[in-house]
């Protein structure tokens, strides 16, 4: 026979265990929505790349290639990318790329 206090045990551990699986749920969901929000698809150049907070990374074409290709690629896209920003509409730079 189980005791009153038996009974309240299992039945905070039964409200701790969904607590932390609503917990858990919602950190899921606040990720995704995070990873949706910074790694799209964009046009760049006239060709579409994966990108991770609006800087272009893989182009289409790098990801049928080796993967150490495609990461070379991608880091071109990515100085191509910040070098099109730095220089801006006036030409000049708008800051220092350090050597």
Not at 26 to 44: G, P, T
Not at 64 to 84: N, P
Request: aromatic letters at 10%; charged letters at 30%; a neutral charge.
């Amino acid at each position: 026979m189980t005791t009153f206090l038996d009974k309240i045990k299992r039945r905070l551990q039964v409200w701790h265990e969904q607590r932390a699986d609503r917990i858990e749920t919602k950190r899921q969901a606040r990720l995704d929505a995070e990873a949706r929000e910074a790694v799209q698809v964009m046009e760049f150049n006239g060709e579409l790349y994966v990108s991770v907070h609006g800087i272009p990374l893989f182009g289409q074409s790098d990801l049928s290639d080796d993967l150490t290709e495609a990461v070379a690629s991608g880091r071109k896209a990515y100085k191509d990318w910040k070098e099109e920003k730095l220089w801006g509409r006036t030409g000049t730079t708008q800051g220092f790329i350090p050597c």
